[in-house]
């Protein structure tokens, strides 16, 4: 079990067994950086990140000038990644969180390093409409529209399965409806893309969280049949899902608890872990630039683990 025993902020490394502090300014380090951008909002970290002086004379020619993204679970983690990504690649970003305090804290420290008026704060919940539709009106009030949706929002927690189906797939299902209410051009919208972060779970069952994969698995489903009703109907929204191996962020910590019913699978899990490695939040999150930009990809679920990056291809049923 020893994986387990590193304390709440180490991980392991993948194919190292370094210790890594990951601490919540800045985002582990470690292999692969060389294929991601070390991003941190840690004032002490030589970043290679735009200061605010130069960020708005840059940010005209950046792929993603002009466009909103809305991220779901954006206060850490991938979702804080994959806002990072957003930012450096020009776009204005809303974070859409259930730790209010924490986003709040990240919101300032974004300002600094991106420049006023780039980002946004909506205390969300992906479990009530209320609240997330809210969170949209708020977005498209600010900045003027939708274009890029990141559903990233998720958690693991075999032991509360209906609070997991609740957020990892009916929230996803609530984002993506919401976004097709906004983004569609038969409706007045200016069209888009939606990611949806669903795991290699959604690909291959992981025997410890059975519900966990089920939730993925709809993920996926439900994004490339999203994806077909959008591409028939003309609504010139896309929709993708990322497909991440194991991620060194605190949803990966303390997995026997999480487990519940299931945690004498802990030792098999770990070995899986250990077969397989773990990435780093920037090496998940550098690829959604790909699932947006690239108009072609659509219905796609692109799987990354320390290996690389596959497109999946799917058994063809009709
Ligand atoms: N960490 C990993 O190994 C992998 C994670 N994923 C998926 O990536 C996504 C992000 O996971 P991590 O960054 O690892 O998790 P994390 O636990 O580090 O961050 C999740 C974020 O979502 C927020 N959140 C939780 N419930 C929410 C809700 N109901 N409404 C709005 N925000 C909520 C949390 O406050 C937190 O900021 C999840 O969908 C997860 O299932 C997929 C594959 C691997
Ligand atoms: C315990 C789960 C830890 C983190 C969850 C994380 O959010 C996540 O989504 C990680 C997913 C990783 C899945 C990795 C592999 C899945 C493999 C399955 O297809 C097959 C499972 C077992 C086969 C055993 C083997 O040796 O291949």
Known sequence: ???????????????????????????????????????SLDPSFESS??????????????????????????????????????????????????????????????????????????????????????????????????????????????????KTVAINLMGVIRGTYLAFEHMNKLKGGRGGVIINTASMAGLGPLPSCPVYTATKHGVVGFTRAMAANSALSGYGIRVNTLCPGFVQTELFTEIPARLAQHSHLADATVQLVEKLGTITVSEVAQHILELVTDETKNGEALLVTPAGKQYITFPSVA
């Open 1 to 39: 079990m020893g994986i387990w025993r590193r304390t709440k902020h180490e991980t392991m490394t993948n194919n190292n067994e370094q210790n890594q502090q990951t601490r919540a300014v800045d985002f582990p380090g470690g292999r692969g950086q060389s294929r991601s951008r070390q991003t």
């Open 49 to 162: 990140c735009r200061h605010p002086s130069t960020s708005s004379d840059r940010t005209a020619d950046m792929a993603l000038s002009g466009k909103t993204a809305v991220v779901t679970g954006a206060v850490m983690g991938i979702g804080r990644a994959m806002t990072e990504v957003l930012l450096q690649n020009g776009a204005k970003v809303a974070l859409l969180d259930v730790n209010e305090s924490e986003g709040k804290t990240l919101m300032e420290a974004l300002e600094k390093q991106y420049g006023q008026g780039r980002t946004l704060f909506c205390k969300a919940d992906v479990q009530s409409e209320e609240q997330f539709k809210a969170a949209f009106e708020k977005t498209t009030e600010t900045f003027g529209g939708i274009d890029i949706l990141c559903n990233n929002a998720g958690i693991l927690n075999e032991g509360l399965w209906e």
